[in-house]
């Protein structure tokens, strides 16, 4: 019966009137005392997370206990500081439920969505709340950009923002808030910067380099124990302080806003070259290759073409192959540069239309294939990460057409919508 109650008010934590979304069920929706504490010592006293100290599961009760009511208060920065402790001492996977919710009550969408992620990652998670939370993880990835930091040497510190530096193997995978950012790399006394741009939703990937001589390991030191793969949680934005002795402890740390960036871009070593830009991915948005959907429209009024394709891109540079298809079959060999790769990229055009039509002299029916040229002038649109629109205005002129009731010259807008990878 004891356990019957206790699930039920963990069930009655969904409805949380703090927030009107679906979301796990949480302690702060439990207003009834004895059933909370029932919640609480369900969590602390789970066999599957090992303790060295009995006293660590009642310490781990009472700062939870204190945590969601400072909750109740509206106190959210001492009730977060007190599940993080709580965490630290206690590394429950059902802890992390209670610091994502409390996270987006403080308005933290990316810090939640790491602390989502590393519930999912838990080897100790339970499935019961995993579908939930994925759910939940993909509503805040929407709005959010995930980052992929590659790092160049391995071993280096990468810091976001003006936060403190992470020591990373390879790679670190964090959120961030859409929007421009600035991924900082350092190793001994060298350092370079790399500014990024960030949509909602969209997945980007990031070369963080330095140009730097790596020396030789020395095979009697032990290796340092680094994660190749960094999930960030708690670095997003960079208000909390992370442990190396206790990899589960964070201190809170309230600030207004991220420390002031120092003035230099570059620190390098006095005998040390600069790095290789060619080592740096641009600091405008990178383009993907997708498939493309356009409208031809005849300048005249009388009609349009529909085409589909593929879109091969090489950062400012892009390929089109395409199908079209009116009255008559045809396609189009095509590319673009873009001036611009942001929010609004304008555009240059060339390409090879054609189009096969067949024709009747009186004497027997032929079919003929007639090739143009194109030159156009367009914008496109990003809408975020996988989508984008985009217009011109083009003119064209077709050989071979003579004596036939196609046109030599056509004035071409065109309407296209671009789904990227």
Same mark, same amino acid.
């Given at each position: 019966?004891k356990?019957?109650?206790?699930l039920?008010?963990?069930?009655?934590a969904?409805?949380?009137?703090?927030s009107?979304?679906?979301e796990?069920?949480t302690?702060?929706? /439990? *207003?009834d005392d *004895?059933a909370?504490a029932?919640?609480?010592?369900?969590?602390?006293? =789970?066999?599957t997370?090992p303790?060295?100290?009995p006293?660590?599961?009642e310490?781990?009760?009472?700062l939870m206990?204190e945590?969601?009511?400072?909750?109740l208060?509206?106190?959210?920065?001492?009730?977060?500081a007190?599940f993080l402790?709580? $965490? %630290?001492?206690?590394?429950?996977p059902?802890?992390l439920?209670?610091i994502?919710?409390?996270?987006?009550?403080m308005g933290?969408?990316?810090?939640a969505a790491?602390?989502y992620?590393? $519930?999912?990652? =838990?080897?100790?998670?339970?499935?019961?709340r995993? %579908?939930?939370?994925?759910?939940?993880?993909?509503k805040?990835?929407d709005e959010?950009t995930?980052l992929?930091i590659?790092?160049?040497p391995?071993?280096a510190e990468?810091s976001?923002?003006g936060?403190?530096?992470v020591?990373?193997g390879?790679?670190?995978?964090?959120?961030?808030?859409?929007g421009t +950012?600035?991924v900082r790399? *350092?190793?001994?006394d060298?350092?370079a910067d790399v500014? /990024?741009n960030?949509f909602?939703?969209?997945n980007?990937e990031?070369l963080?380099a330095?140009k730097?001589?790596?020396?030789?390991e020395?095979?009697s *030191?032990?290796a340092?124990k680094i994660e190749?793969?960094h999930?960030?949680?708690m670095e997003?934005? $960079? +208000?909390y302080t992370?442990?190396?002795e206790?990899?589960n402890?964070?201190?809170y740390?309230?600030?207004?806003?991220a420390?002031?960036?120092?003035?230099l !871009?570059?620190t390098?070593?006095?005998d040390?070259?600069?790095?290789?830009?060619?080592?740096?991915?641009?600091?405008?948005?990178a /383009?993907?290759?997708?498939?493309i959907?356009?409208?031809r429209i =005849?300048?005249?009024g009388r009609? @349009?073409a529909?085409?589909?394709?593929?879109?091969?891109?090489?950062?400012r540079?892009e %390929?089109?192959?395409? !199908?079209?298809?009116?009255?008559v079959t045809g396609?189009y060999?095509?590319?673009?540069?873009? @001036?611009l790769?942001g929010f609004?990229?304008?555009?240059?055009?060339v390409g090879?239309?054609?189009?096969?039509?067949?024709?009747?002299?009186?004497?027997?029916a032929?079919?003929?294939?007639? /090739?143009?040229?194109r030159?156009?002038? %367009?914008?496109?649109l990003m809408l975020n990460?996988h989508l984008s629109?985009q217009?011109?205005l083009?003119?064209? +002129? @077709?050989?071979?057409v003579g004596?036939t009731r196609?046109e030599a010259?056509a @004035?071409?807008?065109t309407?296209?919508?671009i789904?990227r990878?």
């Open positions: 019966m356990h019957t109650h206790c039920v008010a963990l069930l009655l969904g409805a949380r009137i703090a009107a979304e679906d796990p069920p302690l702060a929706a /439990i *207003k *004895k909370l029932e919640a609480l010592s369900q969590i602390v006293n =789970d066999p997370i303790t060295k100290d006293k660590t599961r310490v781990a009760q009472a206990s945590g969601v009511k400072q909750l208060a509206n106190n959210f920065d001492q009730a977060l007190n402790e709580a $965490y %630290g001492q206690f590394p429950s059902k802890i439920l209670n994502g919710s409390t996270l987006r009550d933290k969408p990316a810090e790491n602390t992620q590393r $519930y999912l990652l =838990d080897p100790a998670t339970g499935p019961e995993m %579908g939930e939370v994925k759910l939940l993880l993909q805040l990835d959010l995930i992929t590659r790092v160049v391995r071993l990468i976001i923002d936060g403190p530096f020591a990373v390879s790679t670190l995978i964090t959120r961030a808030r859409p +950012h600035l790399i *350092k190793r001994d060298l350092m500014n /990024i960030g909602p939703g969209e980007k990031v963080a330095l730097v001589k790596i020396p030789d020395d095979p *030191k032990p340092p190749e793969v999930q960030a949680w997003a934005d $960079y +208000h992370r442990s190396a206790n990899p402890a964070r201190g740390k309230q600030t207004a806003e420390p002031p960036m120092p003035p !871009l570059l390098p070593h006095d040390a070259e600069p790095p290789d830009p060619s080592t740096q991915l641009p600091t405008t948005a /383009i993907s290759s997708g498939a959907a356009v409208m =005849d300048g005249k009609g @349009f529909g085409g589909v394709g593929i879109a091969i891109a090489r950062e540079l %390929g089109e192959v395409m !199908l079209l298809r009116s009255d396609g060999l095509g590319a673009r540069y873009r @001036f790769t609004v990229r304008p555009y240059g055009a090879l239309p054609f189009f096969v039509f067949d024709t009747d002299d009186g004497t027997m032929k079919t003929k294939i007639s /090739i143009g040229v030159g156009a002038g %367009g914008v496109e990460g629109v217009a011109d083009g003119y064209e +002129h @077709f050989f071979f004596g196609y010259n @004035f071409v807008p309407l296209g919508v789904g990878l």
